[in-house]
């Protein structure tokens, strides 16, 4: 599975869009990118995925740059209970994330401000 | 439809002693992994089952096994208990193919070696 790159740490206001970076510049053309978060010491929960086309659910948008090396995680009204730290994974799907399963970086820790 | 369930939620156990752990994967879904958070490594990935057979192995020492039966329900075994061992074991399950394979965390059981 490709690597991935977040920062490790980002503030937002509660109300504002949270809007959450990651790279993935060796993302092959089958891998998907997908966004857990997990608030402490709950397991991690899964927010939405994507190929190549940008995707909306209840809880988040995922924008997909068109050479699929980058992606933003939005969530639109950020409130106290986002706080969490947000993990961007790339994975074929079918595979469970592969022989090693779903590999976890660091994320990024978000912290929503009142 | 209810989500994975782990149990116990917690546990304290002494070095050398044994432990065994539960999953029980959402309804339909024959997919299990397991994973061990800790402060220092993160999330890393066990195994995965499916239809009884361990599909995929993390690099975990043979203290660390598991089983799925027949009804997808899913248990994790460490033997001889470390220090060392302490961590949030986390399971998720998830379908099986391209389309229906996102993988669904439960809470964690926190297991504590003193």
């Given at each position: 599975?490709?690597?991935?790159?977040?920062?490790?740490?980002?503030?937002?206001?509660?109300?504002?869009?949270?809007?959450?970076?990651?790279?993935?510049?060796?993302?092959?053309?089958?891998?998907?990118?997908?966004?857990?978060?997990?608030?402490?010491?709950?397991?991690?929960?899964?927010?939405?995925?994507?190929?190549?086309?940008?995707?909306?659910?209840?809880?988040?948008?995922?924008?997909?740059?068109?050479?699929?090396?980058?992606?933003?995680?939005?969530?639109?009204?950020?409130?106290?209970?986002?706080?969490?730290?947000?993990?961007?994974?790339?994975?074929?799907?079918?595979?469970?994330?592969?022989?090693?399963?779903?590999?976890?970086?660091?994320?990024?820790?978000?912290?929503?401000?009142? | 439809k209810a989500g994975v369930t782990q149990t116990p939620r917690y546990l304290i156990k002494t070095r050398g002693q044994q432990v065994t752990l539960s999953c029980s994967p959402i309804s339909g879904h024959r997919?299990?992994?397991?994973?061990?958070?800790?402060?220092?490594?993160?999330?890393?990935?066990?195994?995965?089952?499916?239809?009884?057979?361990?599909?995929?192995?993390?690099?975990?020492?043979?203290?660390?096994?598991?089983?799925?039966?027949?009804?997808?329900?899913?248990?994790?075994?460490?033997?001889?208990?470390?220090?060392?061992?302490?961590?949030?074991?986390?399971?998720?399950?998830?379908?099986?193919?391209?389309?229906?394979?996102?993988?669904?965390?439960?809470?964690?059981?926190?297991?504590?070696?003193?």
């Open positions: 599975d490709a690597k991935t790159t977040q920062p490790p740490s980002m503030d937002c206001a509660e109300g504002r869009a949270a809007n959450l970076p990651c790279n993935h510049s060796t993302i092959s053309g089958n891998e998907y990118v997908y966004w857990y978060r997990q608030i402490h010491s709950q397991g991690p929960q899964y927010i939405i995925h994507g190929l190549k086309n940008n995707e909306t659910n209840e809880m988040a948008s995922l924008i997909i740059t068109e050479d699929r090396k980058s992606s933003t995680l939005i969530l639109p009204h950020a409130t106290l209970r986002d706080t969490a730290v947000y993990y961007c994974i790339v994975r074929v799907a079918g595979t469970g994330g592969g022989a090693d399963g779903l590999t976890f970086g660091k994320g990024t820790h978000l912290i929503i401000q009142p | 997919s299990v992994s397991w994973y061990q958070q800790t402060p220092g490594q993160g999330l890393q990935f066990l195994f995965e089952y499916f239809s009884e057979t361990q599909r995929n192995k993390g690099n975990f020492p043979g203290r660390f096994s598991g089983r799925q039966f027949s009804n997808s329900r899913s248990e994790m075994n460490v033997s001889t208990l470390e220090l060392g061992d302490s961590a949030l074991y986390l399971c998720a399950s998830r379908g099986w193919g391209s389309r229906t394979d996102t993988q669904y965390f439960g809470p964690g059981t926190r297991l504590t070696v003193l």
